[in-house]
């Protein structure tokens, strides 16, 4: 979905008449925020990665709206024995067990007294896995060609790769720390 369209449908459904019209069908809910990689310091391809500023901003906003922070096993722990929860509650997880999660996300998730949930891929853990995206970071990183061209359907990429240097500069292995 591009960004637009994105951007039009999350105005529209967060809007008073279409929320109002939700809240009636389907009660309150519960926001889940999954996320997954943070922006580090030096490393430009993180842009779509959510920055600790970012972070730090919506949980501000949470807390200012009311929001109670719970842990994913308060919030499964009551569903599972119908125990009520707080009508404004907020549950946040991380997928994969990425070292930025601890070294970025951990501390502004502390400042706000936030309990997070970090799903981790055990495979990394036992060295039996080898995620899809580092495997294409090593190879841009550690490949002898200089440039390389792909064709998608009817439209042809360019793409100049330089150095080694300068492609681990580019594009950073992930670690699971």
């Known amino acids: 979905m591009n960004t637009i369209t994105r951007n039009l449908f999350v105005n529209f459904i967060s809007c008073n008449p279409f929320s109002a019209i939700a809240r009636k069908v389907f009660g309150y809910g519960i926001p889940i925020f999954m996320m997954?990689?943070?922006?580090?310091?030096?490393?430009?391809?993180s842009?779509?990665?959510?920055?600790d500023e970012h972070l730090r901003r919506c949980l501000d906003y949470l807390r200012k709206k009311h929001y109670r922070f719970i842990s994913i096993r308060e919030l499964a722990t009551a569903l599972s024995n119908r125990q009520p929860l707080p009508q404004k509650c907020a549950v946040?997880?991380?997928?994969?067990?990425f070292e930025d999660q601890a070294r970025?996300?951990?501390?502004?998730?502390?400042?706000?007294?936030?309990?997070?949930?970090?799903?981790l891929i055990t495979?990394?853990?036992?060295?039996?896995?080898?995620?899809?995206?580092?495997?294409?970071?090593?190879?841009?990183?550690?490949?002898?060609?200089a440039s390389f061209d792909i064709t998608i359907g009817e439209n042809q990429f360019s793409f100049q790769l330089?150095?080694?240097?300068?492609?681990?500069a580019r594009i950073p292995l992930a670690t699971a720390s």
């Open 36 to 45: 997954h990689r943070m922006r580090t310091a030096g490393d430009p391809l």
């Open 47 to 51: 842009l779509s990665a959510t920055s």
């Open 92 to 97: 946040f997880t991380m997928d994969d067990g």
């Open 104 to 119: 970025v996300a951990a501390p502004v998730f502390r400042e706000f007294d936030c309990p997070v949930t970090i799903f």
């Open 123 to 145: 495979g990394m853990l036992d060295q039996q896995l080898w995620p899809w995206d580092d495997q294409v970071a090593y190879l841009i990183n550690t490949t002898k060609v």
């Open 162 to 168: 330089s150095s080694a240097t300068e492609n681990s």
